[in-house]
């Protein structure tokens, strides 16, 4: 028996929402990955962007579980000696996030062009409005990653 491999052209992106209000992080995010690898459909192939549109609501809402928020940084360095910053999880938090919830499943995928190329299907926002309306998305069932 042969091996299948899907072709671009059988392959048809939907749009999904994910309203991320009184989620966690981590499982908002890895509900997320799985969606914009395409790890959800039965012709998944690691090798292949076979993914679908994701869009996060409600960012600023999400949950951090623990007291990530005061002990986590999220680290830039500039390439320069000492030119290491950080930014604590709180700080991000308060004034953008949504970075915050985009970091955190920008770590969940690939590390290369292909995983570029995945990440470029997210948009997060703050907010509880997207100006993705005329893709008419589909709204996510979250009711399996809620926090009982």
Known sequence: MRTYSPKEKDITREWHVIDAEG?????VSTVAASLLRGKHRPFFAPHMDTGDFV??????????T?????????????GYPGGIRQ?????LHDTDPAKLV??????MVPKNRLGRAQMGKLFVYAGDTHPHTAQQPSQYDTSAIRRG
């Open 55 to 64: 869009i996060i609501i409600n960012a600023s809402k999400v949950v951090v």
């Open 102 to 107: 985009f970091d955190s499943i920008k770590g």
């Open 23 to 27: 989620l966690v992080l981590g499982r």
């Open 66 to 78: 623990a007291n990530k928020l005061a002990q986590n940084f999220r680290y830039r360095h500039s």
């Open 87 to 91: 930014t604590s999880w709180q700080t």
